[in-house]
């Protein structure tokens, strides 16, 4: 096929369309490039969430901002013309109210819109309400067939209770599996029957939680159980039914290091072979399942990988990567047809394209955050280097425009979770610390997600110790290289990130200057005993003792490596910031390290912030953070110019109180 055009004619990026202006324009920033990037520009809300194009192509559906509002929209692709299928609305019941988060196309003419306040619903092409679907959609039921109205959709999210219902007359199936347990992932075969199941232990007071396997070979049959695994060990879960006599297509990680896609024999009990999988990276996502063989999978490695199987889609892969070069490029559509591309990279939050396969052509259908000038942001390097023991970690580093060849001051960044990790995308926080000269490393250390199975479990228990060297290792490697210059580094994060920036400025106090901690845990053994988010059921209470420790049979473990048990250790300034209604880390972790740090007499300033949670809801409560933290970092290991910059260009006045997705 003729490879996709980029530019000139073939690159023909429409006029604005009606629909782009009343409910995506923004104006481009005018700021030249010696002028501070505003703070505002970072953290307006997106203006395009999402979009995804219609089974015939006529139309796309996306979330956007309307105003100060979250909307669901439909675009008409041959006239332009806009409708909006849902907004923001007040509802008493909701402090703020009920916004859709989620549009999904059932058919030609009907769609589903999943609201904030767990509600789903099918709409026609008006925004008419025809159907209640539940709380949530899943996907459509295409072993029904592809013109089927048929839809998978929870009736309750966290109790995992699923049903099959008709978009279009509101029929309901409900699957009643007279199984033990939260179900937690499910398999059709090709006729739409429910053959293969797992399932969870749920009973707050039980002392082991079991994930349970199940397989019947019709719809009539009797469970089977095919296998149990402790929570904490490494279950696998089935995803389709294959055509064979009792053969599942199912993701595990079973004798290997990271997630494929395997065959399974559910007579034998046993997997039998790969059909997709990646030596060391996992498999997050496939498509074509439904189908003899897979049209893709993603990869999630230190940046994603995008495979087609079929020979046609992997042209056209090829070819818009070649025109949309340093991005990743997630298409859908006709490939015969009209294609929709979603594009994204470190320096665009992202724009939507149109390509016409017949003609190679693509335009432009907007973007994320049009006040985000890609020329304008740092590019985000993927670095690598060896911790002490000699395990390989990855991590992100962007360098500021300002260092030149020279070491930079830099911010060390960590994720929370910490089994969680960060990825190559744009990403707010990191641009605007580099656009103020920062250099911002992200270590993926050991424990972080993504890696396999052998570096997340290399993690367990190792709050404050290994997980901390592989931060440290990572400082001491851009130390090295010169990329840093050591006499100006700060380490900050938020969750985990919070404790590590704590733990870091006692562990390694020659290293730092200065440290942050938003919503940071400061004592493991009052964690581990007294939170009502992570302790509510057996099997969080199993997996936060697995994976950090067990305050009744180790608390001087934890002690050890609790920084506000080390408060007299603190050589630096902490900025410490929490959210007073945060329920997942309480704010006395960081008022109990605020109050033993002032008692040692050291540098500590304390940020409480009101009706805010573990993380962020109001733009404004973001914007006075972040100008906390750009003012504190100026101070400690910036060139004591920046604040009167910022002032300049009104960095210190936040945006207007509007929330983040209202």
């Not at 015939?56 to 956007?64: C, L, R, Y």
């Not at 003012?631 to 109180?657: C, M, V």
Request: net charge neutral.
């Amino acid at each position: 096929m003729p490879a996709v055009h980029a530019s000139g004619k073939a690159l023909a990026r429409w006029a604005h369309l009606a629909f782009i202006t009343v409910f995506l324009a923004w104006s481009q920033p005018t700021w030249s490039q010696t002028t501070p990037i505003p703070l505002n520009d970072f953290l307006v809300p997106p203006r395009i969430s999402s979009m995804t194009l219609s089974p015939d192509g006529k139309w796309v559906a996306g979330i956007g901002q309307a105003g100060a509002q979250t909307a669901a929209f439909l675009l008409e692709l041959s006239t332009s013309r806009p409708v909006a299928l849902a907004r923001w609305q007040r509802d008493s019941s909701y402090l703020y109210g009920v916004w859709p988060v989620a549009v999904h196309w059932i058919g030609n003419d009907l769609l589903a819109v999943d609201y904030s306040n767990n509600e789903s619903v099918s709409v026609d092409l008006t925004g008419k309400r025809v159907a209640a679907l539940g709380e949530r959609f899943i996907r459509r039921m295409l072993e029904k067939g592809a013109s089927s109205d048929w839809v998978l959709a929870y009736r309750d999210v966290e109790d995992g209770d699923i049903d099959a219902v008709n978009a279009r007359t509101g029929e309901r199936r409900k699957y009643r599996l007279s199984l033990p347990g939260k179900l937690l992932s499910w398999a059709f075969d090709a006729s739409g029957a429910l053959r293969a199941v797992t399932t969870m232990d749920t009973a707050f007071w039980a002392e082991k939680t079991e994930v349970s396997n199940w397989y019947r070979t019709s719809e009539d049959a009797p469970w089977q159980l095919l296998e149990e695994t402790p929570v904490t060990g490494d279950y696998w879960v089935p995803m389709r039914v294959l055509p064979e006599p009792d053969t599942l297509a199912v993701y595990s990680r079973h004798g290997r290091d990271t997630y494929a896609v395997f065959r399974y024999d559910a007579a034998k009990r046993q997997h039998v072979e790969v059909m997709a999988g990646h030596p060391t990276e996992d498999i997050v996502g496939v498509t074509g399942l439904d189908q003899p063989n897979f049209d893709k999978v993603v990869t999630a490695g230190i940046k994603p990988q995008i495979t087609w199987f079929e020979q046609r889609w992997a042209a056209l892969q090829a070819s818009v990567d070649a025109a949309l070069p340093g991005r990743i490029n997630v298409l859908e559509g006709d490939k015969n047809g009209l294609v929709l591309i979603m594009s994204y990279g470190d320096v665009d939050p992202g724009h939507w394209y149109l390509l016409d396969t017949k003609t190679s052509k693509m335009r432009e259908l907007g973007a994320a955050r049009p006040n985000i000038d890609p020329k304008r942001m740092r590019p985000m390097e993927t670095v690598s280097y060896k911790a002490r023991d000699g395990m390989i970690v990855q991590g992100y580093l962007t360098r500021p425009a300002q260092a030149g060849d020279k070491p930079a001051p830099t911010v060390v960044l960590i994720h929370g979770g910490p089994q969680l990790r960060d990825r190559w995308m744009w990403n707010d926080e990191v641009q605007l610390l580099a656009s103020r000269g920062y250099a911002v490393f992200q270590p993926q250390f050991r424990g972080s997600a993504g890696f396999g199975r052998r570096f997340e479990e290399a993690g367990y228990r190792q709050w404050g110790r290994a997980m901390q060297d592989d931060i440290t290792d990572g400082v001491d490697y851009l130390v090295t290289g010169k990329v840093s210059d050591p006499q100006r580094i700060c380490i900050s994060g938020a969750s985990y990130g919070g404790y590590a920036a704590l733990w870091g400025v006692i562990k390694t106090p020659g290293l730092y200057k200065c440290g942050i901690s938003f919503a940071g845990v400061s004592d493991l053994g009052e964690m581990l005993g007294h939170s009502i988010f992570d302790d509510s059921t057996a099997a969080s209470r199993e997996l936060m003792r697995a994976h950090i420790g067990d305050a009744a049979q180790a608390r001087r473990e934890l002690d050890e490596v609790s920084p506000v048990r080390h408060a007299a250790q603190v050589q630096v300034p902490l900025l410490i910031a929490h959210g007073e209604e945060d329920t997942r880390v309480f704010s006395s972790q960081s008022k109990n390290m605020v109050k033993a740090l002032k008692a040692q007499g050291k540098s500590v300033e304390w940020m409480p912030m009101e009706k805010v949670g573990h993380g962020f809801f109001w733009v404004r409560d973001e914007a006075r953070y972040l100008t906390a933290v750009l003012n504190f970092l100026d101070r400690h290991i910036g060139d004591g110019k920046q604040a009167a910059d910022d002032a300049k260009s009104k960095l210190a006045e936040p945006p207007e109180a509007k929330s983040k997705i209202e």
